[in-house]
């Protein structure tokens, strides 16, 4: 399966879920599973509440159907890094 990686860091400093720990993580996952990650849709500075179409590097992905065709999946290492739920899980 090819997947495209959602990764998200609110603050620069925030090294709990560090751009490069959330990248490590997914290609663990991935390879384990059998899947490519294809790319890394990686925005920083930017708040959770942010709705995923909204974001610099992830918001075209699923806007553009040359690229949706080129993934099969999105991976991310928690639910809240491609966008926080609007309604409770």
Request: proline fraction near 9%; charge should be negative; hydrophobic fraction near 40%.
């Amino acid at each position: 399966m090819k997947l495209l990686q959602a990764a998200r860091l609110s603050r620069l400093a925030d090294a709990s879920t560090g751009l490069d720990k959330q990248d490590l993580e997914a290609q663990h996952y991935a390879a384990a599973g059998g899947h490519e990650i294809i790319d890394t849709a990686a925005d920083t500075d930017i708040s959770g509440d942010t709705d995923p179409w909204s974001r610099p590097a992830l918001g075209p992905w699923p806007s553009n159907p040359a690229a949706i065709a080129s993934y099969d999946g999105i991976i991310a290492r928690h639910v809240d890094r491609p966008a926080r739920p609007t309604v409770p899980l």
